[in-house]
């Protein structure tokens, strides 16, 4: 065979890892303010967690 050492081409799909990092965010705002309830809209950048934080903190 070509391969080396018989090895075979095995990849993740980087969409799963898309969806746990959106969850993760979206797991810590929650977290650092469960009575919050920001909108959670994909995609969920950085911008948009940082002013989910932000609009919780405003809201105590």
Do not use: C
């Amino acid at each position: 065979e070509l391969a080396i050492l018989k090895s075979k081409a095995v990849g993740e799909p980087p969409l799963m890892y898309g969806i746990g990092a959106y969850f993760a965010l979206r797991n810590a705002v929650r977290n650092f303010n469960p009575a919050s309830n920001p909108p959670f809209d994909a995609p969920f950048t950085a911008e948009k967690a940082l002013l989910a934080l932000y609009a919780v903190r405003n809201n105590k």
